[in-house]
């Protein structure tokens, strides 16, 4: 949220706004001005108590209401505070006048220097205000037209990525070669794996244009996924679950335990001897992905652009952050699960 930036103001505009208030308020209730230091003192210390107070009104309306959607929320909850507090000062502020005499009247409840006391305030609060509040709606706007930019920018990554995977010669050449293998030896399996196969092809074409998807659909085509991968490694790949039914309609980032499960893959040595081990659980509304770690020994250079991508678009759609957690034994990354009531694009 952007600071209120009102050094000037209170420093030179507040004094400034107090004595043309002192002008109108005197001018508007024809009391003759009197010839007295203290009224220009009262009204510029008035003014500044006065602002003081209604700067807090419009921080804390930003902090409960800081959204561009919020706006009307914002600016009434500011002009509801701005009436109350202004009023309340001014008519205290108006009566001590009356009281030591900066008013020439026996009659402390007389309606004019009151009521113009009050709507001075009132009126250059609002004013002013508008001001602050334009400049905070172009910061909201420029804030929330970046980061739009930015998930749209992530979007197209991640379907680039997909796309990529789609068409990649070496994915669709291993599994071919999976496949014929199993049209030899087991006319069975080979249908369950261009079963899976097609699932997963399916999947990925399906995912292109949402945002967010339920766990359920995502498990369901890890598991098509898993199936190829577990055909062509055999023993080499083991993939333990332990998923919490409660959260098979919460939401996600589609593909994203496919970008998981391939950074395994890519970084890490398969064999029966060391088996590659995937665990994928729930904990706390997170969905994990965890694998040990036996590095190829062979450089295999990965810039994790697919980690990336969703850490940022958790960042930019304002959910907890996910968690990525690298040790010597293993590689953990715990993903929000967002609650089905969110938008499902």
């Given at each position: 949220?952007?600071?209120?930036?009102?050094?000037?103001?209170?420093?030179?505009?507040?004094?400034?706004?107090?004595?043309?208030g002192?002008?109108?308020?005197?001018?508007?209730?024809?009391?003759?001005?009197?010839?007295?230091?203290?009224?220009?003192?009262?009204?510029?210390?008035?003014?500044?108590?006065?602002?003081?107070?209604?700067?807090?009104g419009?921080?804390?309306?930003?902090?409960?209401?800081?959204?561009?959607?919020?706006?009307?929320?914002?600016?009434?909850?500011?002009?509801?505070?701005?009436?109350?507090?202004?009023?309340?000062?001014?008519?205290?502020?108006?009566?001590?006048?009356?009281?030591?005499?900066?008013?020439?009247?026996?009659?402390?409840?007389?309606?004019?220097?009151?009521?113009?006391?009050?709507l001075?305030?009132?009126?250059?609060?609002?004013?002013?205000?508008?001001?602050?509040?334009?400049?905070?709606?172009?910061?909201?706007?420029?804030?929330?037209?970046?980061e739009?930019?930015?998930?749209?920018?992530?979007?197209?990554?991640?379907?680039?990525?997909?796309?990529?995977?789609?068409?990649?010669?070496?994915?669709?050449?291993?599994?071919?070669?999976?496949?014929?293998?199993?049209?030899?030896?087991?006319?069975?399996?080979?249908?369950?794996?261009?079963?899976?196969?097609?699932?997963?092809?399916?999947?990925?074409?399906?995912?292109?244009?949402?945002?967010?998807?339920?766990?359920?659909?995502?498990?369901?085509?890890?598991?098509?996924?898993?199936?190829?991968?577990?055909?062509?490694?055999?023993?080499?790949i083991?993939?333990?679950t332990?998923?919490?039914?409660?959260?098979?309609?919460?939401?996600?980032?589609?593909?994203?335990?496919?970008?998981?499960?391939?950074?395994?893959?890519?970084?890490?040595v398969?064999s029966?001897?060391?088996?590659?081990?995937?665990?994928?659980?729930?904990?706390e509304?997170?969905?994990?992905?965890?694998?040990?770690?036996?590095p190829?020994?062979?450089?295999?250079?990965?810039?994790?652009?697919?980690?990336?991508?969703?850490?940022a678009?958790?960042?930019?759609?304002?959910?907890?952050?996910?968690?990525?957690?690298?040790t010597?034994?293993?590689?953990?990354?715990?993903?929000?699960?967002?609650?089905?009531?969110?938008?499902?694009?």
């Amino acid at each position: 949220m952007p600071q209120l930036n009102d050094k000037w103001m209170r420093i030179v505009g507040v004094p400034m706004l107090a004595l043309t208030g002192q002008w109108m308020m005197y001018g508007y209730t024809n009391v003759p001005y009197p010839d007295d230091w203290r009224i220009p003192v009262f009204f510029i210390l008035g003014a500044i108590i006065v602002w003081e107070c209604n700067r807090w009104g419009i921080i804390l309306s930003r902090r409960r209401y800081p959204g561009l959607a919020q706006t009307a929320r914002r600016v009434l909850a500011q002009l509801l505070w701005f009436i109350v507090f202004a009023a309340l000062i001014r008519i205290s502020q108006t009566y001590l006048y009356h009281r030591i005499g900066l008013f020439p009247s026996e009659d402390y409840f007389l309606l004019k220097p009151y009521f113009f006391n009050t709507l001075v305030a009132v009126f250059g609060t609002v004013q002013v205000a508008a001001i602050f509040e334009g400049i905070y709606l172009y910061h909201r706007w420029k804030v929330t037209y970046t980061e739009t930019l930015e998930l749209k920018k992530s979007s197209l990554q991640s379907q680039l990525e997909s796309l990529k995977m789609q068409i990649n010669p070496h994915f669709l050449f291993n599994n071919l070669n999976s496949l014929s293998s199993l049209i030899t030896s087991d006319a069975g399996q080979a249908e369950l794996f261009l079963d899976e196969l097609s699932s997963v092809y399916r999947y990925l074409l399906q995912q292109n244009n949402r945002d967010l998807c339920p766990l359920a659909d995502e498990l369901n085509f890890i598991k098509a996924y898993f199936h190829l991968l577990k055909t062509r490694h055999g023993n080499g790949i083991v993939l333990e679950t332990n998923i919490d039914l409660k959260y098979m309609l919460y939401l996600m980032p589609p593909l994203t335990l496919q970008l998981l499960f391939e950074n395994a893959i890519k970084l890490n040595v398969i064999s029966a001897n060391s088996p590659l081990i995937i665990r994928l659980y729930t904990q706390e509304g997170n969905l994990c992905v965890q694998n040990n770690l036996q590095p190829k020994k062979t450089l295999v250079h990965s810039n994790r652009i697919g980690l990336q991508n969703i850490i940022a678009k958790y960042k930019l759609i304002g959910q907890a952050p996910v968690v990525v957690r690298h040790t010597g034994e293993g590689f953990l990354v715990c993903i929000p699960l967002l609650a089905p009531s969110a938008t499902l694009l």
